[in-house]
C-alpha cells in the first residue's frame, strides 16, 4: 500500500445493514487498508457504532430517521465536510474488500470518475426513459448534451472513486436526486420509474447528459479484471449474508467468514453477539436454510414496507 494515503472511504446503512458496515469496515483493516472512513449511519445500536469506532479511524455520521433508501444520502456523504483527503470512494455496505485493494482507490486520471458501466435488460432504459433523464438534466443544468455519452448503457455504483475536483458535480447529483426521487422510496430498485435504480439512475443521467460531467473510466479494476487477488465483493442479492444466505451469496461464504473471524479475534464482537448466519457453528443450519431465502426476502420487504424498518 502506498506511505501517503490520498482516498476516503465512505459508506452508508440503515440498521438493517448495520453488520454490513461492519463487515465492510473490518475488511478494510484486516487487509492492512488504513484509510479513513466515513459511515453514514440511520438509526443505529450505540453498540453498533461502537463497534465500527473500535477500528479505528471510522467516522460515525448520523442520518436523521427516514423511510427514504438511505443510498439517496450517497452524494451528500461523499462531498461532506469529514471528508479532507484528495480522493473519494463509495463502497456500498453490502460488500467487502478481497485482499489489499489500495490501488483501486485512487483513479488513474482526476478528469474520469471510476465506474462500472452497463447494458440494463430490457425494458429499463428505454429511448423514453433516456428522453426523460435528458429533461430533467436540462432542467437542473440549463444545458444537456443532444446524445447520451454513454450510448445504451449507464452506470452501477455499489463502488465509486473521484477526484474532489468534482464536488460541484457531486453537489448537482444531490440536488438531482432531492428532485426527482420521492422521500417514500424505501428501497432502491423502482422498476416502473425512469430512475429505475434510484440515486444510480440519477448518477447515470448526469454522466449521460450533463456537459460538465466527468468522463467515465474504461479502466474499471475493482472488479477483479486486473488481479483476481484483489478485488471488491459487492454482495448484491438479497437476502444478505448477515440476514440469510441465498444461493448467489454461497460464493461469498469464504470472504465472509475470515472477516468475521478477524472481528472477534480483535474484540470488535464476540461470537454470541454475531446473527446466526454470520456464527460458523450454525453454519449447517445457514446452508440447509438456503432454499427459503426467497420467501425470506418477501417477508422482510413487506415487513419493511408496512412498518418502516
Not at 448518477?203 to 456537459?211: A, I, K, R, Y
Amino acid at each position: 500500500m502506498h506511505d501517503e494515503i490520498k482516498t476516503t472511504v465512505v459508506t452508508a446503512g440503515d440498521k438493517a445493514f448495520a453488520w454490513g458496515t461492519l463487515l465492510l469496515v473490518a475488511s478494510m483493516r484486516k487487509n492492512g487498508m488504513r484509510h479513513p472512513i466515513v459511515v453514514g449511519a440511520m438509526d443505529w445500536a450505540g453498540d453498533m457504532k461502537a463497534r465500527a469506532r473500535a477500528m479505528g479511524g471510522v467516522t460515525i455520521r448520523e442520518l436523521p430517521s427516514s423511510r427514504q433508501c438511505v443510498a439517496c444520502q450517497k452524494p451528500m456523504l461523499m462531498g461532506c465536510d469529514d471528508v479532507q483527503t484528495e480522493w473519494v470512494c463509495w463502497a456500498d455496505s453490502d460488500a467487502a474488500f478481497v485482499g489489499d485493494c489500495s490501488e483501486w482507490l485512487v483513479g488513474d486520471d482526476p478528469d474520469e470518475i471510476v465506474v462500472r458501466t452497463y447494458s440494463p435488460p430490457p425494458p429499463l432504459l428505454t429511448a423514453e426513459r433516456l428522453a426523460v433523464w435528458r429533461r430533467d438534466v436540462e432542467a437542473l443544468c440549463g444545458k444537456a448534451l443532444p446524445e447520451s455519452r454513454l450510448g445504451d448503457t449507464t452506470v452501477n455504483n455499489p463502488f465509486i472513486v473521484l477526484h474532489r475536483r468534482w464536488r460541484p458535480f457531486l453537489e448537482r447529483w444531490r440536488v438531482q436526486t432531492e428532485r426527482v426521487i420521492a422521500p417514500d422510496v424505501v428501497t432502491p430498485w423502482q422498476k416502473d420509474s425512469a430512475y429505475f435504480q434510484t440515486d444510480e439512475s440519477v448518477l447515470g443521467s448526469l454522466l449521460c447528459f450533463d456537459p460538465d460531467a466527468p468522463k467515465v473510466t474504461a479502466n474499471y479494476k475493482a472488479n477483479g479484471s486486473v488481479d483476481k487477488t484483489r478485488y471488491f465483493a459487492h454482495f448484491a442479492y438479497n437476502p444478505k449474508p448477515w440476514q440469510m444466505w441465498n444461493a448467489h451469496s454461497l460464493k461469498w461464504r469464504d470472504v465472509v467468514f475470515p472477516v468475521v473471524d478477524w472481528m472477534v479475534e480483535k474484540g470488535i464482537v464476540g461470537r454470541g453477539d454475531l446473527p446466526i448466519p454470520l456464527r460458523r457453528s450454525w453454519w449447517w443450519a445457514s446452508r440447509a436454510a438456503v432454499p427459503l431465502a426467497p420467501w425470506a426476502w418477501r417477508a422482510m420487504k413487506l415487513k419493511k414496507k408496512i412498518f418502516g424498518a
